[in-house]
């Protein structure tokens, strides 16, 4: 069975960093773009930053130039390093990836963590 496992959530003064670590465990051959996601109360959840296996990234724009996501694919770990935090970037912040091939040439499809809060206070 296949798990997301997030870490490095907390509370932050507004400037400060945080770095976020996304783990997937179980039976995994190969996982192909991994992801962060958040969701502030009240509002829809949304893209902060993706990076397929290849290594391409894409931003939201909001954490364009402060945040930045890498991945080790040898572990199947997922990073989000933010600095310059604000308080607008408050949110549950989830690790998600597309797909998952168990074994080679066997899918599974859209896995998700079980997310970790962040707070940042003005």
């Known amino acids: 069975q296949v798990q997301l496992v997030e870490s490095g959530g907390g509370l932050v003064q507004a400037g400060g960093s945080l770095r976020l670590s996304c783990a997937a465990s179980g039976n995994i051959f190969r996982t192909n773009d991994m992801g962060w996601y958040r969701q502030a109360p009240g509002k829809q959840r949304e893209l902060v930053a993706v990076i397929t296996s290849g290594g391409r990234i894409n931003y939201a724009d909001s954490v364009k130039g402060r945040f930045t996501i890498f991945r080790y694919n040898a572990k199947n770990t997922v990073y989000l390093q933010m600095n310059s935090l604000k308080p607008e970037d408050t949110a549950v912040y989830y690790c998600?990836?597309?797909?998952?091939?168990?074994?080679?040439?066997?899918?599974?499809?859209?896995?998700w963590g079980q997310g970790t809060q962040v707070t940042v206070s003005s």
């Open positions: 998600n990836t597309d797909r998952i091939e168990v074994r080679p040439g066997l899918y599974d499809y859209d896995y």
